[in-house]
């Protein structure tokens, strides 16, 4: 049973940059289609960057694009996401979510925008930017 456990949030200033991660237990991440979540206050979550199992594919949210990296570690049994150029917009919960399978059924555009599609969640991380 997949495990996804969160770290690597905080503060952060406008322009800084974290590293957030995402390290599984109990199966190999390496064989997941993996997403970024965030929730901002207010308002519903939403898919800001997917990898696909084989890194074949990666996506970033238009808002996003340019500024965050997805990428695997496979030794860590970890995905991590990468943020440069933090905005106070990008203040919110971050979470990561895992499922098996997926681009068998969506392409990685479609995982990130249907958050239903994945199984299995992180408890998340809170990533705050401000001065």
């Known amino acids: 049973h997949l495990q996804l456990v969160e770290a690597g949030g905080g503060l952060a200033q406008p322009g800084g940059s974290l590293r957030l991660s995402c390290t599984a237990s109990?199966?190999?991440?390496?064989?997941?289609?993996v997403g970024w979540f965030r929730q901002i206050p207010g308002k519903e979550r939403e898919g800001i960057s997917c990898i696909s199992r084989n890194t074949d594919f990666k996506y970033y949210t238009d808002s996003v694009n340019g500024r965050f990296t997805i990428s695997r570690d496979n030794a860590r049994n970890t995905v991590f996401l990468h943020m440069d150029q933090l905005k106070p917009e990008d203040t919110a919960d971050y979470y990561c979510?895992?499922?098996?399978?997926?681009?068998?059924?969506?392409?990685?555009?479609?995982?990130?925008?249907?958050?239903?599609?994945?199984?299995?969640w992180g408890q998340g991380t809170q990533v705050t930017v401000s001065s």
């Open positions: 109990g199966d190999t991440l390496e064989s997941f289609d």
């Open positions: 979510a895992a499922e098996l399978g997926l681009a068998r059924i969506a392409t990685i555009q479609e995982m990130c925008a249907h958050e239903g599609l994945f199984g299995f």
